[in-house]
DNA sequence: GCAGAACTTGCGGTTTTCCGCAACATTGGC
DNA sequence: GCCAATGTTGCGGAAAACCGCAAGTTCTGC
């Protein structure tokens, strides 16, 4: 999991509990910025100490008390992070619900993840930090229509044959057989495993269940 | 499973295609009947020789191209069978979807399922099978908001915590941590396992699958 | 047609889940 | 309090799912 994460966020409380997710996730060294100048600052130095951070999770809006900023707002943090340490992963952390700007986060900054600070955030942060350590983009199911997740798996016939049967209550090892009599090449246990676990390798999950749900979510099934 | 079934249905194709799932489920004894009248003279003759059907499974409109039919349709097809043999199972298989139809059968008839005769009906028809023949209530998804469903497992905080922990990628074995956690009561594995099988049970499901799904369709979580 | 890549399959061992059983704990009348 | 009913827990064995590996097959590009 990710050692070395920089919040920036100016909400105390929000802070607090985006501190205590990622310790439970076995972050090592965790720090905190209210305002973006001081983020980025950060980040320098920890670049030039040469143990840089692995993972950044910002807000986009901040409170502007402090005169004589340079960094507006967390799209700037972003694209000045971005400059400096290039690999950086960012995950923005928002309450921010305009589809059109996670978009445009997404495609023009490349941020690895977009937790919507909604009803759900409560799950979403910690299943992001988990996406994007994986090397998966993430994005709150609520904004999800807006970006054509770049890693969302494409599911073909097989696929949603297998998972229809799962939904049916077919065993697992019972499903060759739908396979077979549908006539898909891949009939045999060890392929309906396999492929089961590269979906969801896919999406980042470890279990049927996580599967199951998300296929619901996306009217896949 | 259910041995007698009778089939009222005028549509020569839709009538195979039922008497083949039931031939599959294992009902031994399968009439047919292309109108209403001659469904329920097979019941009353049935009735009389003491040995009466056990499903019904019927449309609710039939083409009226045969003179001086007492039935109008199906649902006085209904009342007829119901008043001759009030245990009777009765699975209406239909096309309607107004929502009020489904729950006015359900409501003043007391059928005990509805598949509709839509995309989903090749999964539905079984399932449906299956459920009336525990004792259930089932009605195609599509149509299920407009019946308060009688059969549904009244989902506790205790069980919404297990499920969600599933989705979320939680090992079964793992969720008593997160139980005790949360200061449940009954928090060992045991109880977890037993919690879920209850409720795979008390739907009628066999896996954890089809139990997520149900639990999508139905917003519980 | 051939070599290499990609896919498919069976095998075997591990992990996880499932489920009956019996011991123990808790609850609710009386 | 006491008994019965109900709920909870641990145990142990069976079933199912998981996953790496290696052998076999099919698909490509040249």
Redesign the interface.
């Known amino acids: 999991m990710f050692e070395r994460v920089l919040i920036a966020e100016d909400h105390q409380s929000v802070n607090r509990w985006v501190l205590q997710t990622l310790e439970k996730q076995g972050a090592s060294y965790i720090r905190q910025a209210h305002y973006c100048d001081d983020a980025l600052k950060l980040l320098e130095i920890a670049g030039k100490e040469g143990s840089p951070f692995d993972l950044l999770i910002t807000d986009l809006s901040f409170r502007e008390d402090r005169p004589g900023q340079k960094l507006a707002g967390g799209t700037d943090l972003i694209v000045a992070a971005r400059k400096l340490q290039p690999e950086l992963k960012v995950l923005v952390f928002s309450a921010e619900e305009q589809p059109t700007v996670v978009s445009s986060l997404v495609e023009r900054f490349g941020i690895n993840g977009y937790v919507w600070k909604g009803p759900r955030d409560e799950?979403d942060l910690p299943?992001a930090i988990q996406h994007i350590f994986r090397g998966k983009i993430f994005v709150s199911r609520e904004l999800q229509q807006a970006v054509r997740s770049k890693n969302a798996h494409d599911f073909s016939d097989y696929d949603i044959t297998i998972i229809?049967e799962?939904?049916?209550?077919t065993?697992q090892k019972n499903i060759p057989y739908v396979l077979a009599e549908q006539g898909h090449k891949a009939a045999s246990l060890r392929s309906v495993e396999k492929r089961l676990g590269e979906i969801r390798d896919a999406l980042g999950?470890?279990?049927?269940?996580?599967l199951?749900?998300y296929c619901?979510?996306h009217w896949i099934?």
Chains 1, 2 share one sequence.
């Open positions: 799950e299943a229809s799962l939904v049916k209550g065993l999950f470890t279990k049927n269940e996580q199951i749900a619901k979510d099934i």
